[in-house]
């Protein structure tokens, strides 16, 4: 599974961006779909996860109430919708797809990665 991850950039504190992970070759329907982070000298940390159908979201509580996790199967692409950007919300942002069924949160949970997409907030 190659997955794609697009949709970085800077804002500034308060602003907005949506990301999204799609797979060319795959259908990600099968699968629980992530996304994480990482900042410069940390590691890799949950955001947030959905179910294959869409019917269940489970969110780290830094991001809870201000992030969005989504997935359209007919398009075959998951996104996150980032509201309220904070500076501490700065760092490269994956995407990654678990054969499961229950929801994903640990890294070496996840079976497929997709590249990073930098997402950089200014004060």
């Known amino acids: 599974v190659q997955l794609q991850a697009f949709g970085g950039g800077s804002v500034q504190a308060g602003g907005s961006l949506r990301l999204s992970c799609g797979a060319s070759?795959?259908?990600?329907?099968?699968?629980?779909m992530g996304w994480f982070r990482q900042a410069p000298g940390k590691e890799r940390e949950f955001v947030a996860t959905i179910s294959q159908n869409g019917s269940r979201t489970l969110y780290a509580t830094s991001v809870e109430g201000r992030f969005t996790i989504s997935r359209d199967n007919a398009k075959n692409t998951v996104y996150l919708q980032m509201n309220s950007l904070k500076p501490e919300d700065t760092a490269a942002y994956y995407c990654?797809?678990?054969?499961?069924?229950?929801?994903?949160?640990?890294?070496?949970?996840?079976?497929?990665w997709g590249q990073g997409t930098q997402v950089t907030v200014s004060s």
């Open positions: 990654g797809a678990s054969v499961s069924v229950a929801l994903r949160t640990k890294t070496y949970e996840v079976n497929y």
């Open positions: 070759r795959s259908d990600l329907s099968w699968y629980v």
